[in-house]
């Protein structure tokens, strides 16, 4: 058997045996691979990474993906084709997020993933497709994931979701906003103003918040948005 396979089995009962699973926890596993995977070939890795996501749950995730971002020529074998099968299936917020921001984000501003699947993933039925292309823009600006800043495809996707009001399709539109407000203010302002009716309130306002204050939501209004959701 391949010596990456053979990996995925000792990964899942290193993730098993762990007396805790919590993000902590299972990124101590995921160094561990990080360091057994390191000199094995891109084939290999990307070969790692799509045995452990079937049938896997979050802990297997999140040593799926983050080794492949963390192996340059594996990630480099990140395409379209790839990039809808990593996203199957995917139906719970942290998940979705995640792939969003370590892969999908990162890949696609790299030009391994195209315009066009995050433009179809807009109309999807499936709301957590629409979300995951809004996530992904946010790896467009986010200087901690490799973001330079892209206003004219973030501003794209979140215009073809403007009218959407599934609650975490919202909050994802918030999110992509107030990230490339922190690089382009004066764009993000436009653009709030220009489509002020078509945005659900909470984008207004939460938008608004970061662009006076540069929070989310400022201090006094803390508790009134955690209970809003």
């Given at each position: 058997m391949n010596e990456s396979l053979l990996l995925v089995d000792a990964a899942r009962r290193d993730l098993a045996a762990?007396?805790?699973?919590?993000?902590?926890?299972?990124?101590?596993?995921?160094?561990?691979?990080?360091?057994?995977?390191?000199?094995?070939?891109?084939?290999?890795?990307?070969?790692?990474?799509?045995?452990?996501?079937?049938?896997?749950?979050?802990?297997?995730?999140?040593?799926?993906?983050?080794?492949?971002?963390?192996?340059?020529?594996?990630?480099?074998?990140?395409?379209?084709?790839?990039?809808?099968?990593?996203?199957?299936?995917?139906?719970?917020?942290?998940?979705v997020d995640l792939y969003g921001m370590t892969v999908l984000g990162p890949a696609w501003r790299m030009g391994l993933v195209t315009d066009a699947t995050i433009r179809a993933w807009t109309q999807s039925p499936d709301r957590w497709r629409r979300r995951l292309a809004l996530v992904a823009t946010v790896a467009l600006n986010l200087r901690s994931r490799g973001g330079t800043g892209d206003a004219a495809r973030t501003l794209r996707v979140c215009r073809a979701l403007l009218d959407d009001r599934d609650d975490m399709v919202v909050k994802a539109v918030s999110w992509s906003l107030r990230e490339l407000a922190k690089r382009d203010p004066a764009t993000v302002t436009s653009f709030v103003e220009k489509h002020r009716a078509r945005l659900a309130a909470r984008v207004r306002r939460e938008v608004a918040n970061k662009l006076t204050t540069g929070l989310k939501s400022p201090r006094g209004s803390r508790a009134r948005s955690s209970a809003a959701g």
């Open positions: 762990l007396p805790a699973l919590d993000v902590p926890s299972v990124r101590t596993v995921r160094r561990r691979y990080d360091r057994r995977l390191a000199e094995e070939s891109p084939t290999g890795v990307l070969r790692f990474a799509r045995s452990l996501l079937r049938g896997g749950g979050w802990p297997e995730r999140v040593v799926a993906w983050e080794v492949l971002a963390g192996h340059a020529g594996a990630f480099r074998l990140v395409n379209d084709r790839l990039a809808e099968e990593m996203a199957r299936g995917l139906s719970d917020w942290p998940s």
